[in-house]
């Protein structure tokens, strides 16, 4: 798994509780060409930086938060909530038209480092050249 990915899902999951937070293990399943694709990542335990990240419901929240990554084959969806609380709330700047399920991982990483560093942190869009 990449550094900074706790749990990863595509197609159906399953649920692996070890040390530590529970991950997501993707299941292999056949693909067809109508099948839909998609595919998510998690990551607890992202501390903010100073000045947070700015969602759309709630302003901007800091401290301890998870942040989920959901790609559909279209765009990206990015929440984030307190670690360890039920609300989930849409990073300000999803969704966010994605083609590539590299491209979406790349999209979640990004979040994640915005949301370390802080600054009312935002989605941004992916200059899809600078992915490997």
């Known amino acids: 798994m990449p550094p900074g990915v706790d749990g990863r899902s595509r ?8 040390s530590g937070a529970a991950q997501v293990r993707a299941v292999p399943s056949e ?9 998510s990542w998690t990551t607890p335990g992202v501390f903010s930086g100073p000045g947070g990240a ?3 419901e709630a302003g901007i929240v800091a401290g301890d938060l998870t942040v989920h990554t959901t ?16 609300d989930w709330f849409t990073l300000t700047g999803s969704p966010v038209p ?17 949301v370390r560093t802080g600054g009312g942190a935002t989605v941004q869009r992916l200059d899809v050249t600078s992915v490997s």
Do not use: F, P
Request: aromatic share 6%; charged share 30%; proline share 0%.
């Open 11 to 18: 197609g159906r999951c399953e649920t692996v509780v070890g």
């Open 31 to 39: 693909r067809k060409a109508d099948a839909m694709v998609w595919a």
């Open 54 to 56: 700015r969602t759309d």
């Open 71 to 86: 790609w559909d084959g279209r765009q990206v969806d990015v929440t984030i909530q307190y670690t360890g609380t039920l």
């Open 98 to 114: 994605c083609r590539s399920e590299r491209h979406s991982r790349a999209l979640h990483q990004a979040a994640v480092e915005a």
